[in-house]
């Protein structure tokens, strides 16, 4: 009988919670022994917090870099092709050359912004939005015609 109150006691002592307080650190030459528990875990977070924003950076320098070569790819095509228009003959006036540098930016997927003519000069500027917060559009400016020999 006596082991048997022994064995239920000791289930009752298994049952129990045990509640600590927390400990101070300790101290050891005037610094503090034990503090820099889960500070791995905040370096490790830390770190890759820095490695997000740095691949965010990235990311979105190369997307205005593409932007970029994109614009002046249309820009260059749409005065060109404006201005051998011109020269052509195909366009007499302002309006026709700026037409044809409309529909060529258009199909290159840029927004053609002012066109005009000087002589026989084409000037044109296109822009395109870019998916980077602090630059949304990227404006280039090109200028087109014949060089006179010499």
Do not use: K, Y
Not at 60 to 87: F, I
Not at 89 to 110: K, P
């Amino acid at each position: 009988m006596n082991r048997l109150n022994h064995d239920h006691d000791d289930r009752r002592d298994e049952d129990q919670l045990v509640l600590q307080a927390p400990v101070a650190p300790a101290r050891r030459r005037g610094r503090l022994v034990g503090c820099d528990r889960g500070s791995g875990t905040m370096l490790a977070a830390g770190l890759a917090m820095a490695v997000g924003v740095l691949l965010a950076v990235i990311a979105a320098a190369g997307n205005a870099l593409v932007c970029r070569t994109r614009a002046a790819e249309a820009a260059d095509l749409a005065a060109l092709s404006a201005a051998q228009a011109l020269w052509d003959g195909r366009a007499f006036d302002e309006q026709g050359v700026c037409g044809i540098a409309g529909l060529v930016s258009s199909g290159n997927g840029v927004t053609l912004l002012r066109c005009a003519t000087d002589g026989d000069d084409v000037q044109v500027s296109v822009e395109i939005a870019t998916r980077v917060p602090f630059a949304p559009h990227i404006v280039h400016h090109s200028r087109a015609g014949p060089v006179e020999c010499g």
